[in-house]
């Protein structure tokens, strides 16, 4: 069974630095690409950007561009998204998802989400 | 970026009704493959999103066949042909075809009357 696990929920000061993680399950985890995706208090969806386990090859969108840092480790078959420093706008749920391509945006499979709260 | 417009955004419905949400893309979806990468998205309450329609209308597995998807170009529909309970959530069609940003629609809200 597929599965896409993430890390619990954080509370963070503004200024500090977060990252989160995803734990792919039940397939080949280097085979497909990891997507990220931002929903913010009762809004709607917005794609931050995708990464190839297998090499690293990472895409972001450009309103996401330097905002944040995608990574992954396959030894371990985990994603992260990391902040260097957050704001409290960063405030919003955060869902990984599996995508077979990187063309197409078909994300087949997500993890829970991760729900970040920046506030002092 | 390209701007997914759905509308309505609210649609109230009755049980075992038909309903119908309507997604407009700024450019054409079509790729340089030949496919028009849309999807259709489901989030129920307080739960992740999770795919139900790809490439316009390929129904995911263990979508209801009351789901359907349509469309061309730059206009989209999902059909739900009977509304069930179930299906109260918010559902946004999602372009895959333009790069380097992916973008969602709004989101429309169905809700039982």
């Known amino acids: 069974e597929v599965q896409l696990v993430q890390s619990g929920a954080e509370v963070k000061k503004p200024g500090e630095s977060l990252k989160i993680s995803c734990k792919g399950s039940g397939y080949s985890f280097t085979s497909y690409w990891i997507g990220w995706v931002r929903q913010m208090p009762g809004k709607g969806l917005e794609w931050m950007g995708i990464i190839y386990p297998g090499d690293s090859d990472t895409r972001y969108s450009p309103s996401f561009q330097g905002q944040v840092t995608i990574s992954a480790d396959k030894s371990i078959s985990t994603a992260y998204l990391q902040w260097s420093s957050l704001k409290a706008s960063d405030t919003a749920m955060y869902y990984c998802?599996?995508?077979?391509?990187?063309?197409?945006?078909?994300?087949?499979?997500w993890g829970q989400g991760t729900l970040v709260t920046v506030s002092s | 970026d390209v701007v997914m417009t759905q509308s309505p955004l609210s649609l109230p419905v009755t049980l075992g009704q038909p309903a119908s949400i309507s997604c407009r893309s700024s450019q054409s979806l079509v790729y340089s493959d030949g496919n028009t990468y849309l999807n259709w998205f489901q989030q129920r309450p307080g739960q992740s999103p999770r795919r139900l329609i790809y490439?316009?209308?390929n129904r995911d597995s263990g979508v209801p066949d009351r789901f359907s998807g349509s469309g061309s170009g730059t206009d989209f529909t999902l059909k739900i042909s009977r509304v069930e309970a179930e299906d109260v959530g918010v559902y946004y069609c999602m372009q895959g075809t333009h790069w380097p940003s992916w973008t969602f629609g709004q989101g429309t809200k169905v809700e039982i009357k």
């Open positions: 490439k316009v209308s």
């Open positions: 998802a599996r995508h077979p391509s990187m063309v197409g945006g078909e994300a087949d499979y």
